[in-house]
């Protein structure tokens, strides 16, 4: 009898691991086929310590919006950045201003827009970063961030001080 739910036990596990294996692989090659080609950067986390900055380049940056994961201190972050048709540049945290709490509040991007994975809320590209209150892409403004030689830079401290906002964070990083 031993014998017998032993076997049974471990068939199951079999089957869950390649069940999951199976699905997990699927889900991966979804994300992958649905990811930009903004940049190099794009889609790997970067940690950032105290005295460095998150590093964007602009030749990156496209009408696509481009996701850029980030840890800092333990936090895992997301940002966005995009470059419009008249050639503004545009940044703001992957989640929004009244859903972040949620931890579902954060943005995919469908077509030419930015939908709220909670709430549905879509965004045009230049809307990105403009707004401040209601529910929008969490904003880093121009007073936040650095641009020289052609890079985007938002500090180690900015970012640190803006964790708060993904506590709850369930975004899957984007692309």
């Known amino acids: ?17 390649f069940a999951g294996c199976g699905s ?5 090659t979804n994300i992958a086929e649905e990811a930009s080609t903004a940049g190099e950067n794009e889609n790997q986390e970067v ?3 105290s005295g460095e ?11 696509n919006a481009a996701f850029y994961p980030l840890n800092v201190d333990g936090t895992e972050m997301e940002v966005i950045a ?3 048709s008249d050639g503004t540049i545009h940044t703001a945290f992957n989640t929004c201003q009244v859903c ?7 943005y995919k991007q469908e077509g030419d827009k930015l939908v709220c994975q909670n709430c549905g809320t879509s965004f045009t590209m230049d809307q990105v970063g403009e707004s401040a209150g209601g529910c929008n892409p969490w904003p880093i403004l121009e007073s936040d961030r650095t641009l020289a030689d052609d ?3 938002i500090s180690y401290d900015f970012l640190k001080d803006s964790a708060d906002i993904f506590a709850n964070w369930k975004g899957v990083y984007q692309s």
């Open 100 to 106: 972040y709490d949620s931890g579902n509040g954060y």
């Open 24 to 28: 997990a692989g699927k889900e991966e």
């Open 53 to 63: 900055s998150l590093t964007i380049s602009v030749s990156e940056l496209t009408e």
């Open 151 to 153: 890079e985007i830079q």
């Open 47 to 49: 940690s950032i310590s």
């Open 82 to 84: 995009v470059k419009t």
């Open 1 to 17: 009898m031993k014998k017998i739910i032993a076997t049974g036990m471990a068939f199951l596990a079999a089957m869950t691991v």
